[in-house]
């Protein structure tokens, strides 16, 4: 299973899609949360990714079929179904290595959002509450 | 006996692919299935590595049967498919990992070195599969069946599209594998069997037509090439 795993985030990361893919995720909701919503980060003024898991399952219906379709089909179209379903391996195997890589790679997609979004948010809203003034009044933004 | 093949029969739908299909082939021997194209040669391949799985019939590879333990079956055979399907965005050496991995080796990287040593893949070891001319892919295809020194070693056409030069270099390797694994191959051309087999399985529409030595084959009708004699056997209309 663990093989199946590996061969499946290895080819996953070698190709050229998975940038796309991932790229795609990260520039989409970063719209949402900097730009388009009404409500995103700056103009509500809180530290809070609420904006990205509002958006996050629309995109991820897309993003995680992009990942997945290709998974089992394309064994099938190449043939290398056959290679794989003759070695010594269940079948329940091979498609839990396969589950599970996908999984996986999803989850750390959304973890990767979540990293390289906090900085970015949480230190210019701590800025920005060092320069308010006393009484409230917001010197910028 | 590595291979005991015993009334195998595989249905599509209404047409029988394999029907009645006994045989049986003893270790350490190079057989040659041969027959017209769709005579059933590759999916009996098929069965025996355990892609698919018989209508009824059974058969016994290496004393475990195909339908009740096929893992076991599996973990003994080498297979090269019809068309030699690989991941072309991967190494060749990767690729050869992967596969170790899939087949349960245990020493993975000597054994990765054994496959690629005797199909003499080192000149291209660190290239992509999908750089590699057709030759060399059908090496790495073998060489991905031998990877854990199976007992049996089933090839589908293993020198289709090949050069002349090719040709020959797969024979002989496939010659030395022989030495000490039965090797059950197809092809539909003749040569091929006289330059590596010792004995001929002659389907024809899914049944056998002639299963004999090379030499019992030619005595047959020792006026006729190979050649004729394989149209004589193959040429009428089966009726199915």
Redesign the interface.
């Known amino acids: 299973m663990w093989v199946v795993f590996k061969k499946e985030i290895r080819s996953f990361l070698g190709s050229f899609i998975a940038y796309i893919v991932m790229g795609v995720f990260l520039i989409i909701t970063g719209i949402f949360m900097w730009i388009i919503q009404e409500n995103n980060v700056l103009d509500l003024g809180i530290a809070s990714l609420q904006v990205m898991f509002n958006i996050a399952p629309y995109i991820l219906i897309f993003l995680v079929s992009a990942i997945t379709m290709r998974s089992l089909s394309e064994e099938r179209r190449l043939g290398t179904i056959e290679i794989l379903t003759t070695r010594p391996v269940s079948d329940t195997s091979i498609l839990l290595g396969k589950y599970l890589a996908a999984v996986g790679l999803i989850v750390s997609r959304c973890c990767l959002r979540c990293f390289t979004t906090t900085p970015f948010v949480s230190w210019p809203i701590r800025y920005k509450a060092l320069i308010t003034a006393p009484h409230g009044d917001r010197i910028w933004g | 006996m590595s291979i005991q093949v015993n009334q195998l029969s595989k249905r599509y739908g209404n047409q029988w692919a394999v029907n009645d299909l006994s045989f049986e082939i003893p270790t350490g021997e190079i057989v040659g299935f041969l027959g017209p194209n769709g005579a059933g040669k590759s999916t009996t391949m ?1 069965i025996l ?3 698919i799985p018989a209508t009824s019939g059974d058969a016994v590879v290496c004393g475990f049967n195909l339908n009740t333990d096929s ?2 079956v ?2 003994r ?1 080498g ?1 090269l ?1 019809e ?1 030699n ?3 072309l ?2 190494y060749v050496t ?1 690729y050869l990992q ?2 170790a ?4 080796v245990s020493k993975v990287k000597s054994a990765v070195e054994n496959a690629i040593e005797l199909t003499q893949l080192s000149p291209e070891r660190n290239k992509k599969i999908g750089q590699l001319s057709k030759g060399y892919r059908q090496r790495v295809g073998l060489a ?1 069946a031998l990877i854990h020194d199976p007992e049996v070693l089933i090839l589908d056409e293993p020198t289709s599209g090949l050069d002349p030069n090719q040709v020959v270099e797969m024979r002989n390797v496939i010659k030395n594998l022989g030495k000490n694994k039965t090797v059950l191959l197809s092809t539909h051309i003749m040569q091929e069997v006289e330059a590596m087999c010792s004995r001929v399985i002659l389907l024809n529409h899914g049944k056998i037509v002639a299963d004999n030595t090379l030499d019992g084959l030619k005595k047959t009708s020792p006026n006729d090439s190979l050649e004729t004699i394989f149209r004589n056997l193959t040429s009428h209309v089966g009726s199915i």
């Open positions: 098929k590595t355990g892609y893992l076991s599996r973990k055979v297979y498919p068309h399907p690989l991941y965005d991967m990767e992967f596969s991995g899939m087949a349960g991905q």
